[in-house]
């Protein structure tokens, strides 16, 4: 057996200080939470000898009985921390219904004197991650059904004097579904919240107390977003097709429609000291011009106020909406720039103030006290429930989400956090025409998001992103040997639709890391060859034939084409209100897009700028996005919503009415989202050959959970 006895060891890039739970990688720090710190040490010092899951449990908590899901959360966590892949593990290896193992190499760094140049300890002293979270004790949070006991501290900011120990994790609800979108009742200690089957979304309530729930509605709409105005009244949304409504329900049956509109309405507010009044954000989405209208409701009268006429700096873009304790202030989030701006509206004085901007993602926003908020969402790697404070300063994470699970909802409440958890992995499939099969890739698929995929120009290879590492990465999955490849290492929050030069060497895609930005990759390494900042978000179309310029799209007011010199990353724009494709013709003469004004497919001479008519007659044009519709030969292909159902449609590239007419080439399966359309054949007039990337979301699930806390 391999004995570590709390030396530092080794293994490939890494080095490993149990005494200090730290994690040492290329002159960066990372702490490690001290139970994942006891399983790294268990599996090493038990190298390629499988541990049972029993093992885990009887080493990790001797004394106490946790749920089986504990193991899996904590074997995620060391991952994470390590890099490791679970399809194709480095260190820690599973070895189905038996446990799992450490495979890599592991030495013991032997301690030297201060001022060494030992390259192991040196590597072990170097400066803090900027990244790093400062967290005092970190816990681990078991999304299990069973109570689980932990003995772990947080410090929270509505105590800044007091610490808590957490007691217990459990349900609050515990139905098949989706439960979320909760409300509680400060003085009657009651809960409203929404249950979510595949059919169905009603809204349930509940003493806290009790077990027992009461369904309020049962209808064909679909309700979320509820609140209290008094112990008999709620407020809440409903959305049936593509009519929306608020509603003043008085419970138990008597509903009055106070606004309704074809758009979508979400994030509703309401304080105790406004009592007439609803903030809700409407939402703008045509040609991906996106505007999410901040509006205020009187609930006396029904008008209506444009917060944006009133308040001129309101960003475009505004998520989650909610007022502070004292209805002074109301906080949303600013996703203008495609980066996570939590923000703070002071009502009165008409001024914004920027809190924090390092999130990469934020689900939902509540207030701890006057100087501290509590955070729903994603920081660095990282999903759980973070404190922060109102100025800027670098959050304090409360409880991580377990495996493949993401926090949708916080609030404190009588000294507990009552929050929603949620999972549903976004995962990839390939569609072939020719027999209308659907391979849902088994071996690339796996318990994170799987997104923005394309094509090869052989169809063999597939690149995509994922957050299977905790952060956004761009991937390669061959077709033939089903195997999967890293390419990038950037640690993105987000990554927009690559696109592969002509030669297949370079790849070109926008990704959100702290700003936005456009950058183009070796695909042989990964190295970044060049990016630029960009102001808001543009859609990567494809590259010329010589591969010197990038065509990308701008949906901001008019979408417009530009091209981007690949040298400088500077733009040039070549066609107004023209986006959703581009490609060059091999001689690079002629550009084949599409153009708004004429709603649908042109060919442009790029040297006189003439235009040719090829097809106006593409359904849903304006609602398509990149990747959704592609010219092949001389067909167009493109995706075709009827209801919840998708098609595959072809149009003939041309307006001769000798020319075949539309008409469906395969189904897809329901609500799923085609990412590139492609074929091996580019002489293809007919469906023959075609393939489909689509992604799609696994059956949800989630629940309404509760960490108990106990001042010391």
Known sequence: M????????????????????????????????????????????????????QEIFDAL?????????????LIYSLRNALGDDAKNPKYIETIPKKGYRFIGDVKLVQAVKDGSNDKDVSQATVKLNKYKIPVAFSVLLFTTIAAILLVNRIWLANSQTNHFT???????????????????????????????????????????????????????????????????????????????????????????????????IFSIAVTEYRP?????????????????????????????EFLHDQYLNLPKEVYLASFSQNGKT???????????????????????????????????????????????GTYGATKGIWQTDLLGTPPILLLPMSAGYKVTQAQLYNDNIYYNTYKAPINLSVAHTTHEVVNDLPKLNSEANEISAVFSSDGNIMYFASDRTGYYELWQYDFSTEQIAQITQIEASMIHRPIISSDESKLAMVYEKNTLTLGVFSIQNGKL?????????????????????????????????YHYDVSTLLPTLIQKKAGL????????????????????????????????????????LDYLVPGQLSVIGDTIFALKYEGEQRYLYQYPLSLDENAF?????????????????????????IASGQKIIFKRQAPSQGNIMLVTLQKN
């Not at 739970?21 to 790294?40: F, G, H, W």
């Not at 001797?62 to 504990?70: F, K, L, N």
């Not at 001024?351 to 990469?360: G, K």
């Not at 060859?529 to 701008?554: A, C």
Request: proline share 3%; aromatic share 8%.
């Open 166 to 264: 957490i007691g217990n994790i459990l349900p609050v609800t515990q139905s098949n579904g989706v439960e979320s979108d909760f409300a509680i009742n400060n003085k009657t200690n009651e809960i409203i919240y929404a249950h979510t089957t595949e059919n169905t979304v009603d809204l349930y309530r509940r003493a806290l107390d009790k077990n027992q729930a009461l369904r309020i509605t049962n209808n064909d709409w679909r309700e979320y977003s509820p609140t209290w105005l008094d112990d008999k009244v709620i407020l809440y949304i409903r959305e049936k097709g593509n009519e929306y409504q608020i509603v003043k329900h008085s419970l138990p049956h008597d509903i009055q429609v106070l606004y309704e509109s074809t758009a979508r």
């Open 276 to 304: 007439d009044e609803v903030i809700f954000i409407e939402f703008d989405d045509f040609q991906h011009n996106r505007f999410n209208e901040l509006k205020s409701l009187n609930m006396s009268n029904g008008n209506v």
């Open 61 to 73: 908590w001797p004394s106490v009985v946790v749920g089986d899901e504990v193991i899996s959360q």
């Open 2 to 53: 391999f004995k570590i006895n709390n030396q530092k060891f080794a293994f490939a890039d890494c080095v490993i200080d149990p005494q200090t739970n730290l994690l040492v990688r290329n002159s960066n720090q990372k702490r490690i939470e001290p139970k994942t710190m006891a399983l790294l040490i268990l599996l090493v010092e038990q190298k390629s000898t499988v541990i049972s899951r």
């Open 661 to 685: 007419s539309k008409n469906a080439v395969m189904a897809l399966p329901a609500s799923s989202f085609i990412l590139d359309i492609s074929s091996t054949d580019e002489s293809a007039s």
């Open 581 to 620: 494709f581009a490609t060059e013709s091999d001689d690079g003469q002629f550009l084949t897009l599409v153009d708004y004004k004429h709603h649908g497919v042109v060919q442009k001479n790029l040297n006189t700028g003439e235009e040719i008519k090829l097809n106006n007659n593409i359904d849903n």
């Open 529 to 561: 060859l060049g990016k630029k900042s960009i102001p808001r978000m543009k859609y990567p179309l494809s590259w010329s034939k010589d591969d010197k310029n990038l065509y990308v799209s701008e949906h901001v007011r008019d979408v417009n084409i």
């Open 330 to 376: 109301l906080y949303f989030v600013d996703h203008s720039k495609k980066s996570n701006v939590l923000s703070a509206l002071q009502l009165k004085q008409n001024t914004i103030e920027q809190i924090n901007s390092h999130f990469n993602a934020i689900e939902h926003v509540s207030q701890l006290d006057d100087s501290a908020l509590l955070i729903a």
